[in-house]
């Protein structure tokens, strides 16, 4: 018995060694570290050189941002090299030296001070010196944080594998304000959140400060994020209350050392629904008093509060319109109160009534250019990237370039609101880099979109950009993993306008996966196709908006104003479709919206001979039999497109599979999952689309095209009660 017991505990044994010496050396990943994964090298040769560079660290401080970069580079080069490497008192070869010169006499005396005037408060100095005759790795800053941001792009080198002899880099950001906006309300619900509910657990705060709000500021700082807007633009004035701000403070204190400042988003009717005031009229003395008191207060608790994010009189919400005041008179009242403290007011510009008998995509600039030169300076206006809502695609919104004496602000949506909420694969890098390195005009050629958000353009200092968040409470963050790639690639375009959406996505992918080209190559081909597959299975050609009404999830061409009560939500105001065509006429002798871009981009788009594919139906309402220069009709091009976003998924699913094993399985099969998901649903927006606008082509689906499994009336009935982000 004993020894049959025995030998069958041999048995398992040796079948247990089997079985670990044939796993794969991957390990379950749940997602949670995000693109901070800092596992042992596995190219032996560069694990070799990189230890050899770096054996000891001297951060010189101990403010808490330094600790912060202490612990960082400590935690990231032992996880990578895989050995201790110990913080010293005194550096000597091979040190990682960090520190600004007002806190370290040693970094002072580097002789660094001309690359330091180049970099402003938030750049980093990153070299490889001789100091007392140790070679020595030298990450230098003005202040801290920016010692903090270069201890990340040291540890980046070391997970993408890149070199670290000679080093010479140095790098500021181009924007001063890269900001977060959550949709999260005080219940923590999230609008338009994909990924579980809000990460501020309100309720528990001030006294309990959960790990993730740490890992949150940490993954944000690694990004270069230096802002986060807590709350949803559709305000709760609740949020103002002492209580609130309490919370709000216990947020700042756990961001602070990551150089993260906390902004609100301000209820503009705050004055009478918490304050017992009659009035919010932002020109009435009690009202100023009010706001100026509550602002005094918040910075009592806050000393580096942001300031307040603010939707004025936009889908129901309150606003200085309502008092006959202008969206200035509005955000100058803010902008006063804050002022003393060095806040800011990021005022929106998605401004549109159902009342003002105009083509939506005309209201923001017909009512803000009017303003320009009248905010205050600490005002910047925060335009959405393009005239509608953040569809699959549109083109760049015109206020950009045309707004000289004010400071526009770039408003991006992370979450995917529109482009296949959180199981799509659509890497957004592709949608933010059109629209950076669209060419405005507006002071001639070069007048791109990232030359307005950068200041450079109209030779301002007071710069912004916004992302609507995709995080939750979900393990994973953002609701998948490769939705984690548009926090990454927001953070890198708030950095830099100017970057490619490529090089970070392969960037992305080494963080995030592995360094093996051979998966690194498909997946970034994946990525970089995704953005377009999504626009061609929803809306190709320039349509927009004709999601489902309200949730916004999967097609609804068909609704109309007895669905939703207005013209400018329902999705046949947008497309127009009729027996004759397709498409919204906003040419010269349409709506005329063209003339609000300069020349030449608006003879551009007005032209039929000019105007690019992807915005015709934007600009243009055209026949169904119209000449496409591929030689197809419209409706044989439409039908073209919509088949070809689906090809593109069937693809991504194809190239997928191929790198199965390459990665651990958690991920791979989540991935797996969601492009599954992601297939049927681009053939239900195509069967459906299609359909639907058949009833008004009267022409066929060519026979090399699947047809539609359904009726159109299938279509139209199905229901999505309890669909996420409402
Ligand atoms: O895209 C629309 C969304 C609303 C959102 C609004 C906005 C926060 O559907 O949910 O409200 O835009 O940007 O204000």
């Known amino acids: 018995m004993v020894m049959s017991s025995l030998r069958s505990w041999g048995h398992l044994c040796l079948l247990l060694a089997v079985v670990a010496v044939a796993a794969p050396p991957v390990h379950g990943e749940d997602g949670y570290r995000l693109w901070l994964r800092y596992d042992r090298i596995s190219d032996a040769e560069k694990l070799q050189v990189y230890r050899k560079a770096f054996s000891s660290l001297h951060v010189a401080g101990s403010t808490a941002t330094l600790n912060v970069?202490?612990?960082?580079?400590?935690?990231?080069?032992?996880?990578?090299?895989?050995?201790?490497?110990?913080?010293?008192?005194?550096?000597?070869?091979?040190?990682?030296?960090?520190?600004?010169?007002?806190?370290?006499?040693?970094?002072?005396e580097l002789g660094l001070d001309g690359a330091l005037n180049r970099i402003g408060p938030e750049g980093f100095v990153l070299r490889s010196m001789t100091v007392d005759g140790h070679p020595q790795t030298v990450i230098a800053a003005n202040q801290e944080i920016g010692a903090l941001y270069g201890v990340f792009r040291l540890l980046k080198r070391l997970q993408t594998h890149a070199s670290v002899q000679d080093l010479d880099v140095a790098d500021a950001?181009?924007?001063?304000?890269?900001?977060?906006?959550?949709?999260?309300?005080?219940?923590?619900?999230?609008?338009?959140?994909?990924?579980?509910?809000?990460?501020?657990?309100?309720?528990?705060?001030?006294?309990?400060?959960?790990?993730?709000?740490?890992?949150?500021?940490?993954?944000?700082?690694?990004?270069?994020?230096?802002?986060?807007?807590?709350?949803?633009v559709n305000a709760d004035a609740t949020v103002l209350r002492p209580r609130y701000?309490?919370?709000?403070?216990?947020?700042?204190?756990?961001?602070?050392?990551?150089?993260?400042?906390?902004?609100?988003?301000?209820?503009?009717?705050?004055?009478?629904?918490?304050?017992?005031?009659?009035?919010?009229?932002?020109?009435?003395?009690?009202?100023?008093?009010?706001?100026?008191?509550?602002?005094?207060?918040?910075?009592?608790?806050?000393?580096?509060?942001?300031?307040?994010?603010?939707?004025?009189?936009?889908?129901?919400?309150?606003?200085?319109?309502?008092?006959?005041?202008?969206?200035?008179?509005?955000?100058?009242?803010?902008?006063?109160?804050?002022?003393?403290?060095?806040?800011?007011?990021?005022?929106?510009?998605?401004?549109?009534?159902?009342?003002?008998?105009?083509?939506?995509?005309?209201?923001?600039?017909?009512?803000?250019?009017?303003?320009?030169?009248?905010?205050?300076?600490?005002?910047?206006v925060q335009v959405k990237n393009g005239p509608i809502d953040f569809q699959p695609r549109e083109p760049f919104h015109p206020l950009f370039g045309a707004m000289p004496e004010t400071p526009l602000m770039m408003e991006f949506q992370i979450t995917k609101e529109y482009l296949g909420f959180e199981t799509h694969l659509v890497y957004l890098g592709p949608l933010f880099e059109e629209v950076l390195g669209a060419d405005t005009y507006a002071k001639g050629e070069g007048s791109t979109v990232a030359t307005v958000v950068d200041g450079s353009l109209h030779d301002y200092e007071f710069t912004g950009m916004a992302g609507v968040s995709n995080i939750g409470t979900s393990r994973d963050w953002s609701g998948s993993h490769f939705n984690q790639a548009n926090w990454y690639v927001f953070g890198k375009l708030a950095w830099d306008p100017h970057a490619g959406a490529e090089p970070i996505a392969r960037e992305w992918i080494r963080r995030t996966f592995t360094n093996d080209t051979t998966f690194i190559q498909p997946v970034t081909e994946m990525m970089m196709a995704s953005r377009q597959a999504a626009v061609n299975y929803m809306t190709p050609l320039g349509l927009h908006?004709?999601?489902?009404?309200?949730?916004?999830?999967?097609?609804?061409?068909?609704?109309?104003?007895?669905?939703?009560?207005?013209?400018?939500?329902?999705?046949?105001?947008?497309?127009?479709?009729?027996?004759?065509?397709?498409?919204?006429?906003?040419?010269?002798?349409?709506?005329n919206a063209v003339s609000q871009y300069y020349p030449p981009v608006k003879e551009k788009f007005d032209n039929l001979d000019s105007i690019p594919d992807k915005y015709l139906l934007w600009f243009h309402h055209l026949p169904w039999d119209y000449q496409m220069d591929s030689g197809r009709t419209l409706w044989n091009e439409l039908v073209y497109r919509y088949n070809a976003g689906v090809d593109t998924v069937q693809w991504m699913q194809e190239e997928w599979a191929r790198l199965e094993g390459m990665i651990d399985d958690q991920r791979y099969s989540q991935t797996e999952t969601m492009l599954e998901i992601q297939e049927q649903e681009a053939k239900w927006w195509r069967n459906a689309c299609l359909q639907y606008f058949q009833t008004f082509s009267q022409r066929p689906i060519p026979d090399r095209y699947p047809k539609p499994p359904h009726s159109l009336e299938h279509y139209k009935s199905l229901e999505f009660p309890y669909a996420p982000g409402i």
Request: no cysteine; glycine share 8%; hydrophobic share 35%.
């Open 69 to 108: 970069a202490r612990r960082e580079l400590r935690r990231g080069l032992e996880g990578l090299l895989d050995t201790d490497v110990p913080s010293v008192q005194a550096p000597q070869s091979h040190t990682i030296l960090v520190g600004t010169p007002a806190q370290s006499d040693r970094i002072a």
């Open 245 to 380: 701000i309490e919370k709000v403070a216990a947020l700042a204190e756990v961001f602070r050392p990551y150089g993260i400042q906390v902004y609100l988003t301000a209820r503009f009717s705050a004055p009478q629904e918490i304050g017992g005031l009659e009035t919010s009229d932002p020109l009435n003395p009690k009202v100023r008093q009010w706001w100026q008191d509550k602002v005094d207060e918040i910075y009592e608790k806050i000393p580096d509060f942001g300031g307040f994010l603010v939707k004025a009189n936009s889908e129901g919400q309150p606003g200085p319109q309502d008092f006959g005041r202008s969206h200035a008179e509005g955000a100058n009242m803010l902008a006063e109160a804050l002022a003393p403290h060095d806040g800011m007011v990021m005022w929106r510009a998605f401004v549109y009534s159902n009342e003002v008998p105009e083509d939506r995509a005309k209201q923001a600039y017909n009512e803000f250019t009017p303003l320009d030169g009248e905010f205050r300076d600490n005002v910047m």
């Open 173 to 232: 950001p181009n924007v001063e304000h890269r900001v977060l906006n959550h949709w999260d309300n005080l219940d923590r619900t999230v609008e338009r959140g994909y990924a579980g509910f809000s990460i501020w657990d309100w309720w528990k705060l001030p006294e309990y400060k959960k790990q993730r709000y740490t890992d949150y500021a940490r993954a944000n700082a690694s990004l270069g994020i230096n802002g986060t807007v807590l709350t949803n």
């Open 545 to 591: 908006h004709m999601m489902g009404a309200d949730h916004h999830y999967g097609p609804a061409p068909w609704i109309d104003v007895e669905d939703v009560g207005r013209e400018d939500w329902t999705s046949v105001y947008y497309h127009r479709a009729d027996s004759a065509g397709i498409g919204f006429d906003r040419s010269t002798s349409g709506s």
